[in-house]
């Protein structure tokens, strides 16, 4: 392998021995040396974080949802009272007209 990468054999010991840094450039020549993917080299499975991502992008869409549903109901339950008010505010008015004419 340090033959094929163009290195000592104790610089890629101190690669197998995670004393050096691999660089992504060198990481991709040993995937094409053992004809695999990088994906396969790491074992990353990127279709169990593609389906985390929607899992987590769902809730995070539902939670929006129920936040909107809040909302709507905080804002009809103001308006409810916004109204209340506002008809007992024309009988009060109503009621001074009144004695007003009197």
Do not use: C, P, W
Not at 11 to 25: C, D, G, Q, R, V
């Amino acid at each position: 392998m340090a033959f094929n990468l163009k290195m000592s054999q104790a610089s890629y010991a101190k690669l197998e021995a995670n004393k050096t840094k691999l660089s992504l450039e060198r990481l991709d020549k040993i995937s094409k040396i053992l004809e695999t993917t990088i994906e396969d080299l790491l074992e990353v499975k990127t279709e169990k974080y593609f389906k985390q991502n929607l899992y987590d992008n769902s809730i995070i869409y539902q939670e929006i949802q129920n936040l909107n549903q809040e909302s709507r109901e905080l804002l009809n339950a103001y308006m409810n009272q916004v109204k209340e008010e506002n008809n007992h505010l024309k009988g009060e008015i109503e009621f001074l007209r009144k004695l007003n004419h009197k």
